[in-house]
């Protein structure tokens, strides 16, 4: 990314909180009016790392710039941020219209005006009417709605958000989730997301951070997360996936020869290079790339279905092969493939798949 596309530059950015090493050091760019997401297990420094850009903590080392201004002395009132925070406070009470209004007080204007900007923050989070509700005359989405219009009223450039959704029921979060991506396309300004909900992650977010222990493991699209995850790490992270391990057979003409094992050998189109033959390269498969077949067929691979799970739209099925110590997770979608459902637990079952289906990974 060229210095001209980054809003929000990390640069070699740590913190040690006494002789704890909370984060390491991370550089990244962020993109203006990115949807970008901190996506990582409880305890890996996604909150650390907002406060940073917040102003709320002082990097141990590093720099951040926003809009090409160096921030490290500067205070979290006079950055271009709001933040929502983890545990998001809203005065109970105060009436929602208090409460959303609560940080202009210190500005200059009048109660027109005032009231002016609160009525329109109250329909842009569809609240429109609900301006003399008592706060805790509300359900959590609609007080997880305020904690955003009071964060937005300010009309910051950058809105931090550390798991907002976090304490919200499954539906509603799914509901908040779309409100809030539509939020964020209709002010177009940058949202720095933090959750540990990878499905949150994927569906709200243009590109994703994958941290761990105080690191950033890769930073891409949803979509370029999921179909290449560069380390077993990340790869277990977001969605299921099947690990194995090739050996190189041969390299002809940019593709390689793999041996699977007990699997046999796939061809890949990739030139591999820094390999020889010989050595071994961790791969990985999504279950929904293997086809699930009940009789033999030429190239598949015989197993033995040892667990089906349903799940709707789609099921799941553990298959064991031979010689493979792990079992494989091979999904199928369940429109139209009652046969295959009706197999018993314990039946033979066959693995079909492209070549290149495979993910090669980096080693970790
Ligand atoms: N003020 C502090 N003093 C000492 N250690 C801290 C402090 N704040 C955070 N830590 C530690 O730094 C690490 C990162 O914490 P952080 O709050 O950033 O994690 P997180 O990714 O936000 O986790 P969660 O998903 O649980 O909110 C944790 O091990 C935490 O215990
Ligand atoms: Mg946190």
Redesign the pocket.
């Known amino acids: 990314m060229t210095a001209a596309q980054s809003y929000i530059t990390i640069r070699n950015v740590g913190k040690n ?2 002789d ?1 090493e ?1 984060i390491e050091s991370i550089t990244m760019d962020i993109r203006e009016g990115e949807f970008f997401s901190l996506l ?1 297990a ?7 790392l907002l406060r940073m850009l917040g102003g709320f903590e002082t990097p141990t080392r590093g720099e951040i710039l926003i809009d090409g201004q160096a921030m490290n002395d500067v205070p979290p009132f006079e950055r271009p941020v709001n933040m929502v925070f ?1 545990n998001y406070a809203i005065f109970p009470h105060m009436n929602v219209r208090d409460n959303i209004g609560y940080g202009l007080r210190k500005l200059k204007l009048s109660r027109t005006q005032r009231n002016d900007m609160v009525e329109e923050m109250l329909d842009l989070v569809q609240l429109g009417g609900y301006g003399d509700r008592k706060s805790d005359e509300l359900s959590g989405g609609q007080r997880q709605r305020i904690a955003l219009a009071r964060a937005l009223i300010l009309k910051p450039k950058v809105l931090l958000l550390d ?1 907002p959704l976090g304490a919200l029921d499954k539906q509603l979060r799914e509901q908040m989730q779309i409100e809030l991506r539509r939020l964020q396309r209709t002010i177009g300004i940058t949202f720095v997301f ?1 959750t ?1 909900d990878q499905e949150e992650a994927l569906t709200l977010s243009d590109r994703i951070a994958v941290m761990s222990g105080g690191q950033v493991l890769q930073v891409d699209t949803p979509d370029g997360l999921y179909e290449r995850p560069r380390t077993r790490q990340v790869a277990s992270f977001i969605g299921t996936m099947n690990f194995l391990e090739g050996k190189v057979l041969s390299r002809v003409n940019g593709h390689a020869t793999l041996g699977l094992s007990a699997l046999g050998e796939i061809i890949m189109d990739a030139p591999l290079p820094g390999l020889s033959a010989g050595q071994s390269v961790p791969l990985a498969i999504r279950p929904e790339k293997i086809e699930l077949l009940k009789e033999p067929s030429e190239g598949a691979v015989q197993g033995a279905l040892e667990l089906k799970t349903y799940h709707g739209e789609r099921s799941y099925y553990q298959v064991r092969v031979e010689g493979h110590d792990e079992l494989f997770s091979v999904s199928t979608q369940n429109a139209g493939r009652a046969k295959l459902r009706a197999l018993e637990e314990g039946a033979p079952v066959w693995m079909k798949w492209h070549d290149d289906a495979f993910i090669v990974l980096d080693k970790d």
């Open positions: 909180f006494g704890f909370a990582g409880s305890g890996c420094g996604k909150t650390t983890q798991e933090v540990h």
